[in-house]
């Protein structure tokens, strides 16, 4: 019996899963599961059977990091999207997020828009990656719903994440 290799491909990391070979007739069965990603491996068969497509890798690279905002100083990125863009900031003429809408929500967003939302060069080393999620999301700076998003990426950091 060979080892079988389980891959998958999250926003900034990937992750291998190495299985060893196994002895007897053991059937046990490990998901291994990544937000949109879910395969199914059955131990000693050598079988793989997709459960779900394999969402594919993020289109660009890009990594959350820290800088120095103008409103804010230096802060992360993600402290810079919270601060600014979240339901009850006092920044006026800014889109904002839901009520309710956590950290872990907008990264969430940012890895389905790096995955599948258009990429728009921006400048030297900078894109715009704008993308509809489906459902509504936030407000633009007008104040309607919407539920589309673009991040602003410059040499392979985040910068910016907000609802358009």
């Known amino acids: 019996m060979g080892e079988m290799r389980a891959s998958c491909t999250a926003a900034v990391a990937i992750c291998s899963e190495v299985l060893h070979p196994l002895h007897g007739d053991i059937r046990d069965e490990l998901i291994l599961k990544n937000k949109q990603v879910e395969k199914k491996f059955v131990r000693g068969t050598g079988d793989s ?3 779900k497509g394999l969402s594919s890798g993020p289109q660009i690279q890009a990594q959350w990091s820290a800088k120095n905002y103008r ?5 992360l990125a993600i402290e810079h999207v919270m601060y600014r863009h979240t339901h009850g900031s006092g920044f006026k003429e800014v889109s904002r997020f839901l009520p309710g809408t956590k950290a872990r929500d907008v990264k969430s967003y ?25 459902n509504i999301i936030g ?3 007008q104040g309607v719903e919407t539920s589309k998003i673009r991040v602003l990426v410059r040499d392979g950091t985040i910068q910016s994440v907000f609802p358009i």
Not at 71 to 75: K, P, Q, R
Not at 123 to 131: A, D, L
Request: zero cysteines; hydrophobic letters at 35%; glycine letters at 16%.
């Open 49 to 51: 059977v997709p459960v």
């Open 71 to 75: 409103y804010g100083g230096e802060m």
């Open 110 to 134: 940012v890895d389905i828009a790096l995955r599948q939302g258009q990429v728009i060069p921006n400048g030297p080393g900078g894109f715009k990656v704008e993308v509809d999620l489906k």
């Open 139 to 141: 407000t633009t700076k």
